[in-house]
């Protein structure tokens, strides 16, 4: 599988993380673009070095990246965390960084974008250009961990959105207790 993790600078650094390695692991094709922003937030949440990280990372500012044709055939795309910011953006069209291309590509090929946003509390703007989204063919898995499986740390706690975000991917990988009546 070709996929592509794009990370922007909303807080939960850690589920951009877990997800790169996770589908390094599952030995995916894995592209990484991050913004400046999500770069920095990397490092004050994680400690951890972008370009450090497993897979092929693209720079956000230069527009070389084999994803931002829609010739270039790949299987999805993952905002993680993705800012609000970042999410108007898509919404509306503006394609002015290699993340916001891709995803602009992702949408108008009806690939699997999905989006991953964190904010809170959440104005009307968001909502509607979350719904935008929606209406045209991304998935929006916000970050909003559940508890039934009574996670026993941070790490479980994040994988709980990971679980699910691996599911739309189509993959295994997590551990995942699932809800049963
Ligand atoms: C410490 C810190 C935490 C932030 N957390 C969030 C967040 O959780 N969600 C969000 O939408 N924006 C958050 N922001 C704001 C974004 O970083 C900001 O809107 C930025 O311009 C997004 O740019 P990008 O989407 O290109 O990374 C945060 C900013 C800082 C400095």
Not at 132 to 151: E, N, R
Not at 157 to 163: M, P, Q, R
């Amino acid at each position: 599988m070709k996929i592509v993790v794009a990370v922007t600078g909303a807080s939960g650094a850690i589920y951009a993380k877990r997800l790169i390695d996770q589908l390094h692991q599952q030995k995916v094709d894995l592209s990484i673009v991050a913004s400046t922003n999500a770069r920095q937030i990397m490092q004050e949440e994680c400690g951890v070095d972008l370009n450090k990280c497993p897979g092929t990372l693209f720079d956000d500012k230069k527009f070389v990246a084999p994803f931002l044709s829609g010739s270039n055939i790949f299987d999805a795309m993952v905002v993680v965390p993705c800012s609000m910011g970042t999410l108007g953006r898509i919404a509306h069209g503006i394609s002015d960084s290699v993340i916001t291309r891709g995803a602009d590509v992702f949408l108008k090929e009806k690939r699997k974008l999905i989006l991953v946003p964190r904010e809170t509390p959440m104005h009307l703007i968001h909502f509607e250009n979350m719904a935008k989204l929606a209406q045209a063919g991304a998935d929006i898995i916000p970050a909003m961990p559940s508890f039934y499986s009574k996670p026993a740390s941070i790490e479980e706690l994040v994988d709980t959105v990971l679980a699910r975000i691996l599911d739309h991917l189509k993959l295994n990988g997590i551990e995942q207790r699932r809800w049963k009546p």
